[in-house]
């Protein structure tokens, strides 16, 4: 999955890169989202800033189109570089992007901005190597969608952790707005039975793959900001639920047509 690092150490990614593409692939919904709210061109360039691996740059780049894939960790780069060399992976992060201004036609973010050191110098430097008119999608969630995560039962610190690094919706806007992009479209994104990413979310109708610690140790929450006691007791609270059929009672208690993350669609303004 396309991450960047961790917002006070990049070294989780380093540690978990080997084995993210175990339960971290490209999902194909998502994948045709981002292509169709990128909507990229034969001939142009384009950015996945945050990449990680590769999963979801390969994606588009499987369809036919020029990539870069920019991301802090030089294990997952080099896991990425195994995929192909056709894409350029390069290191780099969100606030310092290797490359010359209006470079891009168009970038795309994908569960990464809430690793993003600084939102505003962020946006700053994506504005800057896109083009005028260009699109910058990302897709993230907000506190007020992960607040309906019925995790939150189970994993109450972990959770609120999590949490508070995701940007509020009217400051994501507000540093993407003072970097010249405007938001030209918000859509929710629910999380689907048949999803093949399993990032943080991806158990919301399936709970068992929360005790498979491959699973979770794809997943930055778990990975880096768990508490080993807070889990072992969360899992064993969400067995007994589940043996004893609580457990849809919880997550009905968590029920909510907010979303569980969202697709951002973003468009560089001209210079006034």
């Not at 020029?66 to 606030?95: C, I, N, T």
């Not at 990302?138 to 969608?145: A, C, G, I, K, M």
Request: charged share 25%; glycine share 8%.
């Amino acid at each position: 999955m396309c991450k960047g690092a961790i917002s006070d150490s990049p070294g989780i990614y380093d540690l978990i890169g080997t084995g993210y593409n175990n339960t971290r692939k490209a999902d194909p919904f998502i994948s045709e989202r981002l292509l169709e709210l990128l909507a990229p061109m034969a001939g142009e360039t384009y950015l996945d800033i945050g990449c990680g691996t590769g999963n979801y740059t390969m994606a588009m780049a499987g369809e036919g189109y020029a990539f870069y894939g920019v991301d802090p960790s030089v294990p997952m780069l080099g896991e990425a570089r195994l995929k192909s060399s056709k894409v350029h992976w390069v290191q780099g992060s969100s606030e310092k992007i290797p490359f010359a201004d209006s470079f891009f036609a168009g970038a795309m973010a994908t569960l990464t901005i809430h690793h993003w050191k600084d939102l505003n110098r962020s946006f700053a430097e994506l504005s800057r190597v896109l083009k005028p008119n260009s699109r910058l999608v990302v897709f993230t969630s907000l506190p007020e969608q992960m607040n309906g995560y019925w995790l939150n039962h189970y994993f109450p610190e972990m959770m609120k952790d999590s949490i508070v690094r995701m940007p509020e919706l009217d400051v994501l806007i507000a540093a993407a707005s003072s970097a010249r992009l405007r938001l030209a479209k918000r859509e929710k994104y629910f999380v689907h039975d048949t999803l093949e990413d399993l990032f943080l979310y991806a158990g919301k109708h399936h709970p068992e793959i929360y005790f498979d610690p491959v699973v979770r140790g794809g997943m930055s929450s778990f990975t880096a900001l768990s508490n080993k006691d807070e889990v072992t007791a969360g899992l064993q609270h969400l067995r007994k639920d589940l043996d004893k059929d609580q457990f849809k009672t919880v997550k009905q208690q968590y029920a909510n047509d907010l979303g569980d993350y969202s697709f951002f669609s973003f468009i560089k303004e001209t210079a006034p």
